[in-house]
């Protein structure tokens, strides 16, 4: 039978890259719904090709706008506007598989409510475990979810794995990630705060959303992947470690007790994780170009400050400190993160602003032990007035 996929965020590059893999195996998938945030245009044109069954939107007044042109271009797709749409479509009984594409905290709570139903997560959604930490894992543990990791870093530490779990504790010695560096790995740091939105969005390896490019710039998404890994392998933090791969090739490593290394390496394209975590255990054509061995070029590594610059990535540590401090701090740094980074699409902050801000909100907001999805929200929401008032206040 085909497996029948929600795609959460189906019109960001996570989603389009998604609905491409499907389209490729129409024999092994079939799309039940979609969601998008405003964009009607796209997600109409998704719906007239993939007909799912339900799409919903973020807003009621895009749901009516997109329902409305469905229905005037003879489509049956039903447009949801339940204020719970989305965690409709994510833990219908229909569905098998849901892609988790929603960027931020926002994609939180339909996440949790596809791991609760026992769905195969796919998580492209790093926040629902920077966030939901314990939370969210009890909730894929109580439902019986399958989580599968689809940033190209998490899939490639998967790949990399011993398949028995209860191993990695004594096996693996260290979990590697590796990163691009981002457009600003060789500027003089002193520079920085003359950076604009539009060059911080200009990534030289990965075609990715504005907020993604502008965490890739100042290191930022690897401090929130360094925490994510730590969730989804049950690693402590002194495993995991980070290093600068400019050309994008080697996706992550996973270091072995008797020093081996194994990685796994692959063009810089997001269709080959998500095609493994939608032919998990099985492997299925992603689209992607292969590696030409032939063709390429030297591969190198750097340490984050081999520049001399360690000001350069400020906010890489951050990582560390946030999953040694009291639980849910993680969740305070990310909510301070999105402000910072909205704040600066905005140009209402200097690029080299983010950091302060994150680090200022951290040092601002008392944490507790969060016990719930109302706990996380409530703590999210505390952080994001917090970043609102101390980004008014730097602008």
């Known amino acids: 039978m085909k497996q029948r996929i929600t795609v959460l965020g189906s019109t ?22 979609l969601s998008a945030a405003t964009q009607v245009d796209a997600l109409l044109a998704q719906c007239a090709r993939f007909a799912p069954r339900y799409a919903v939107m973020a807003s009621p007044e895009h749901a009516r706008e997109l329902a409305e042109r469905c229905k005037q271009n003879g489509l049956a797709t039903q447009v949801i506007q339940a204020q719970d749409a989305i965690e409709i479509i994510a833990s219908h009984a229909e569905v098998d598989v849901v892609m988790a594409a929603i960027v931020g905290a926002a994609g939180l709570a339909p996440c949790l409510a596809a791991a609760r139903a026992g769905k195969r997560l796919l998580l ?88 993604i490019s502008v965490d890739s710039a100042t290191m930022m998404n690897k401090a929130l992947e360094v925490i994510e890994a730590r969730y989804l392998f049950g690693l402590p933090p002194r495993k995991l470690d980070v290093v600068i791969h400019p050309q994008s090739i080697i996706h992550s490593m996973v270091q072995y007790t008797d020093t081996s290394v ?105 944490v507790s032990k969060p016990e719930s999805l109302d706990d996380l929200l409530a703590l999210d929401q505390q952080a994001r007035s917090s970043a609102q008032r101390i980004a008014q206040r730097l602008a």
């Open 12 to 33: 960001g590059s996570i989603g389009t890259n998604t609905l491409d893999v499907v389209a490729r195996h129409p024999e092994r998938f079939e799309v039940f719904a």
């Open 124 to 211: 492209a959604n790093k926040e629902a475990l920077v966030v939901g930490g314990e939370v969210f894992l009890q909730a894929v543990r109580e439902g019986g979810a399958t989580l599968l990791p689809i940033d190209s870093e998490h899939s490639a530490i998967f790949q990399s794995l011993p398949e028995d779990p209860s191993t990695w504790q004594r096996r693996v010695d260290k979990i590697i990630l590796t990163a691009s560096g981002g457009p600003f790995r060789q500027r003089d740091p002193h520079t920085l705060r003359e950076v604009t939105p539009e060059q911080a969005c200009a990534h030289p390896n990965w075609v990715m959303g504005r907020k």
């Open 262 to 366: 194994v990685a796994q390496l692959g063009t810089p394209d997001m269709r080959v994780p998500i095609a493994y975590g939608l032919g998990w255990p099985e492997r299925v054509a992603s689209g992607a170009a292969a590696l030409d061995f032939h063709a390429l070029g030297a591969m190198t590594f750097e340490a984050i400050d081999d520049h001399g610059h360690p000001e350069r990535f400020p906010g890489l540590r951050l990582a560390w400190e946030a999953l040694e401090a009291p639980a849910g701090t993680t969740a305070v740094l990310n909510a301070a993160n999105e402000v910072a980074v909205a704040s600066f699409l905005e140009r209402r902050i200097r690029f080299d602003q983010i950091h302060a801000l994150n680090l200022e909100t951290l040092s601002s907001v008392a």
